[in-house]
Antibody
Framework: QVQLQESGPGLVKPSQTLSLTCTVS??????????WSWIRQHPGKDLEWIGY???????DYNPSLKSRVTISRDTSKNQFSLELSSVTAADTAVYYC??????????????WGQGTLVIVSS | DIVMTQSPSFLPVTPGEPASISCRSS???????????LDWYLQKPGQSPQLLLY???NRASGVPDRFSGSGSGTDFTLKISRVEAEDVGVYYC??????????FGPGTRVDI
């Protein structure tokens, strides 16, 4: 059973960089057929896909955030990470990591972490 | 980006009765492979979202058969044949055809 767990600071100051890590157990982030996503949920409950990292290490980002986002990975620790720069209050949200199945023409988020709340405030 | 809309935004339900949620996309979600790339997710209170249906009507592992999906192109429907208490939460539709980005609907809150 795959499990994902987000970790990182719950409070970030405006203009700084938000950094989160997702630790995956029960699966390998290098396994074919799956990508690894970051998704956030604002206080108003809207869900926004941030981006994903491929099993090969390539990335795709939401164009609305692309200039500020970097997703990377550490295969030795089976972790992938999110960096979001120049944050503002609008980046306050619950951040989820999720496994994205892309095999056989699918594109679905089949496993999610529990989420971590990040507040941007001075 | 493809914009997703849902109706209603709030749906009061009665256990044992059917329920239905509509989802509409700003562009057709029909791929040349014949599949519509429309998924449904349920976020139960205090939990992260979970996959409910994919490619319109395919139930994810463990999802009861009282949940069904239909539609094609730009109009889709999620139906619950007989609502149970455990079905309360927020239901989101999501398009996975034109990515990036994946885009979600605003959600429909279902409550008893």
């Amino acid at each position: 059973q795959v499990q994902l767990q987000e970790s990182g600071p719950g409070l970030v100051k405006p203009s700084q960089t938000l950094s989160l890590t997702c630790t995956v157990s029960g699966d390998s982030i290098s396994r074919g057929g799956f990508y690894w996503s970051w998704i956030r949920q604002h206080p108003g409950k809207d869900l926004e896909w941030i981006g994903y990292i491929y099993n090969t290490g390539g990335t795709d980002y939401n164009p609305s955030l692309k200039s500020r986002v970097t997703i990377s990975r550490d295969t030795s620790k089976n972790q992938f990470s999110l960096e979001l720069s120049s944050v503002t209050a609008a980046d306050t949200a619950v951040y989820y990591c999720a496994r994205t199945e892309v095999a056989a023409g699918l594109k679905r988020f089949d496993n999610w972490g529990q989420g971590t709340l990040v507040i941007v405030s001075s | 980006d493809i914009v997703m809309t849902q109706s209603p935004s709030f749906l009061p339900v009665t256990p044992g009765e059917p329920a239905s949620i509509s989802c509409r996309s700003s562009r057709s979600l029909l791929h040349s492979n014949g599949h519509n790339y429309l998924d449904w997710y349920l976020q139960k209170p205090g939990q992260s979202p979970q996959l409910l249906l994919y490619l319109v009507s395919n139930r994810a592992s463990g999802v009861p058969d009282r949940f069904s999906g239909s539609g094609s192109g730009t109009d889709f429907t999620l139906k619950i044949s007989r609502v149970e208490a455990e079905d309360v939460g927020v239901y989101y539709c999501m398009q996975a055809l034109q990515t990036p980005p994946f885009t979600f609907g605003p959600g429909t809150r279902v409550d008893i």
